[in-house]
C-alpha cells in the first residue's frame, strides 16, 4: 500500500484457503484456477487500501451485499467491474435493518461460496491482473487521465494507466493489484458505539432517518428496516468513499431513497448520479433472485413466480388499450386477484397444482407508486406517468418482494 506498511499488508486475508471455482450462471461452482480475492476486515485497512486507489487514480465502484451470493449479486459486481478499474464487494449482515423478530440469525451466510463465485468472475490466471482479462477496454472511466503516450502505443495499459508492466500494482506491489476486493467488516467495525443495534428503542448512538419516505411501503410492513439501510449505508459510503454505487432494482424502494440519502446529505462518494440501479435478474419462471429463496422447500419455490405474475397482471392492465381512465385501485385489484386465485388453487381439493399443495400464501401488499413522491397512487394514473408496481408476500415463512417499473427503466 502508499504507506508502505507490509504487515497490515499481509495481514489483509485472501480466500486463498478455498476452493478455488468457477460458475456457469445457476449450477454449482466448479474447480478453477488460484486467484485470491482480497478480503478486508478492518477500517484501517479499507483506509489505506482507499487511499492506493486514490494515489493511482483508479476510479473505485462499491455493491452493498449482504452475501448469499447469487447471480443477482454477481451481475451487479461484473457491471462494476466491467466499468472501473477497481471494485469494492461489501458483504455485511446488518443487524440494523432486522427487526428483533426477524430472522437476523437465519439469515444464511455463505462466506466460502461466495468468495468462490466472486472468484469465478476474475480471470483465471493471476499473473498479470491485467483488466484485459475481463474484457474491459474502455478507460474513459478513470478519474484521473492515463499518463501521456501516443495513442498508437501498443503496450496494454495497467490498473493505473501506465505500462503494464511498469506498475507496482501489477508487481504485487499492493491490494490494488486485485480489480475486486470485498469489505466484511465484524459489527464492532461497522458501529464502534457497540450497544444495543436491534431494538432500536435502546440503542445509543447515531442512524440514519429518511422521513416522508422511508414509513410506506416495505417501510410500513418493516418500521425500522429503511432506518437500519441507511444508516449503514452511509457508514459504508463514508468508509468506502466510492465513485460509483451499485444497487438492485429488486429492492427499488431501498434504491430510491438511497438516491434521496446521497443527495440530501450532500454526499460526494457517491453522487446520486453516480448511484446506479440495474435491472432484476430472475430465475427462468419469473421469480426474482434473493439470497432468502434460499428458505424455500420444493413447493414454496414452485408457488412464489406469483409474485411477478401478480405484478405483471397490474402491469399489463395499465398497458393494455383499455388502460384509458385507469385507475391505481384497478392495478392493485388486479395484481391482487392472482394472488388470491393461486391461494385458491392450492386449497382446492381437486387442484392441478400438484406440485404446490400445502403452501401457505399471504398476501402483504401490492402497491402503486410515484416514482418520484413514493406517493401511492389512487384514482386515475394518467397517461406517460413513472411509477412502480411493487408488491411482497409471504410464501410459508418466508416474506418475498419484487416490483416492476412502469414509463421508466433503470440502468441497462
Ligand atoms: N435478483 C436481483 N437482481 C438484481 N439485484 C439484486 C437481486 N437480488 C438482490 N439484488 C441486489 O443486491 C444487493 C444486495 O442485496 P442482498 O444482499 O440483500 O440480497 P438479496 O437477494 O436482496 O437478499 P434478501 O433475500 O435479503 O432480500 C442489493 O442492492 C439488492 O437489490
Ligand atoms: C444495501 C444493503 C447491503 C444494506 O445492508 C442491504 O439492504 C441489501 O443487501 O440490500
Ligand atoms: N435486500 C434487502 C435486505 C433485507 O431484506 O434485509
Known amino acids: 500500500m502508499a504507506s508502505g506498511n507490509e504487515g497490515e499488508r499481509r495481514s489483509i486475508q485472501t480466500c486463498s484457503s478455498l476452493q478455488q471455482t468457477t460458475y456457469s450462471g445457476s449450477s454449482k461452482p466448479k474447480a478453477n484456477g488460484g486467484n485470491k480475492i482480497p478480503v478486508i476486515r478492518t477500517l484501517g485497512q479499507l483506509r489505506r487500501w482507499r487511499k492506493e486507489a486514490r494515489d493511482k487514480g483508479l476510479e473505485v465502484g462499491v455493491v452493498p451485499t449482504m452475501g448469499a451470493l447469487h447471480e443477482g449479486h454477481l451481475n451487479l ?28 440469525s437465519a439469515y444464511p451466510r455463505t462466506f466460502e461460496r461466495d468468495m468462490s463465485l466472486l472468484q469465478t468472475l476474475l480471470p483465471s490466471t493471476t499473473q498479470p491482473r491485467s483488466l484485459r482479462g475481463l474484457g474491459v477496454s474502455e478507460f474513459d472511466s478513470f478519474r484521473t487521465p492515463p499518463s501521456p503516450r501516443s495513442a498508437s502505443d501498443p503496450r496494454p495499459r495497467s490498473l493505473n494507466g501506465n505500462s503494464q508492466d511498469s ?95 446521497v443527495q440530501d446529505l450532500l454526499l460526494s462518494h457517491p453522487t446520486p448520479d453516480n448511484l446506479h440501479i440495474l435491472p432484476t435478474t430472475r430465475s427462468s419462471t419469473g421469480l426474482a433472485l434473493s439470497s432468502r429463496n434460499a428458505y424455500l422447500s420444493p413447493p414454496e419455490l414452485h408457488v412464489s413466480p406469483v409474485l411477478y405474475r401478480a405484478l405483471s397482471a397490474a402491469k399489463d392492465l395499465y398497458a393494455s388499450s383499455a388502460s384509458e381512465g385507469i385507475t391505481g385501485e ?58 412502480v408496481v411493487a408488491g411482497a408476500v409471504w410464501v410459508g415463512k418466508t416474506r418475498l418482494i419484487d416490483n416492476l417499473l412502469v414509463g421508466w427503466e433503470v440502468d441497462q
Open 77 to 104: 459486481v461484473r457491471t462494476s467491474l466491467a466499468r472501473h478499474p477497481l471494485t469494492v464487494m461489501t458483504l455485511f449482515v446488518n443487524p440494523m435493518q432486522f427487526a428483533p423478530h426477524e430472522d437476523l
Open 167 to 261: 506498475s507496482p500494482a501489477m508487481n504485487g506491489g499492493g491490494v490494488v493489484d486485485s480489480p475486486l476486493v470485498v469489505f466484511a467488516p465484524t459489527p464492532d467495525v461497522m458501529y464502534p458505539l457497540k450497544g444495543e443495534l436491534q431494538d432500536l428503542g435502546k440503542h445509543r448512538g447515531l442512524s440514519v432517518e429518511l422521513r416522508g419516505w422511508g414509513e410506506v411501503m416495505e417501510g410500513a410492513s418493516r418500521p425500522q428496516f429503511f432506518k437500519g439501510v441507511a444508516t449503514v449505508c452511509t457508514k459504508l459510503f463514508n468508509a468506502v468513499e466510492p465513485d460509483h454505487a451499485y444497487f438492485g432494482q429488486k429492492d427499488i424502494q431501498q434504491a430510491l431513497l438511497l438516491k434521496i440519502l
Open 330 to 387: 384497478d392495478l392493485i385489484a388486479a395484481g391482487t386477484r392472482v394472488i388470491l386465485d393461486e391461494q385458491e388453487q392450492i386449497l382446492s381439493p381437486s387442484t392441478s397444482m400438484e406440485q404446490g399443495r400445502g403452501v401457505e400464501l399471504q398476501l402483504d401488499y401490492i402497491e402503486v407508486f410515484d416514482k418520484y413522491t413514493f406517493e401511492p397512487i389512487r384514482g386515475p394514473v394518467g397517461e406517460g406517468r413513472e411509477f
